[in-house]
């Protein structure tokens, strides 16, 4: 008798595959688009849409604006953010104590040039949120119903 390698069956018959495509989904896929740095999470992000535009809300208290950089290129929308801290002790003119602190992250969402203003796009920070707004193109706006004239 020999010894095979296990290759994976069903430990858990009532849950099928959810352990494998748990491990095997975009979750553990660290080359995504949207990531965070060392220390940090990602904001929350609200996408809303209206008749007129689309408006991306970036919860993200204690920032300023100088903090973010936005980018519209090629179809995507780049939100990144990139703060730095340095605090420190001295007494007599020596170091006691140092601390680092160190936050970023970066979202990216996909947005077709054939739907938005691009030129129109505009940012603003109020009260710790990053708004974004992007004009839709008048093509792609709903257009109100036709009466026909029926003779």
């Known amino acids: 008798?020999?010894?095979?390698?296990?290759?994976?069956?069903?430990?858990?018959?009532?849950?099928p595959g959810f352990f494998k495509d748990f491990f095997n989904s975009d979750?553990?896929?660290?080359?995504?688009?949207n990531f965070a740095g060392t220390n940090s999470t990602l904001p929350a992000v609200n996408v809303r849409e209206t008749d007129n535009e689309f408006t991306?809300?970036?919860a993200a208290p204690g920032m300023e604006r100088k903090d973010f950089k936005v980018d519209y290129q090629n179809g995507r929308l780049t939100i990144s953010s990139e703060k730095k801290e340095e605090s420190k002790d001295e007494k007599d003119g020596k170091v006691t104590r140092r601390e680092?602190?160190?936050q970023s992250f970066?979202?990216?969402f996909n947005v077709p040039e054939d739907m938005v203003k691009v030129d129109d796009i505009s940012a603003k920070y109020t009260d710790g949120?990053?708004?974004?707004?992007?004009?839709?193109k008048d093509e792609v706006k709903p257009k109100p119903a036709k009466t026909i004239k029926i003779s």
């Open 106 to 108: 970066q979202r990216v």
């Open 56 to 58: 991306v809300e970036v």
């Open 1 to 15: 008798m020999a010894l095979q390698k296990y290759t994976g069956g069903d430990l858990f018959p009532s849950i």
């Open 27 to 33: 979750l553990m896929d660290w080359g995504l688009s």
């Open 100 to 102: 680092f602190n160190y």
């Open 129 to 136: 949120i990053l708004y974004i707004t992007l004009p839709k």
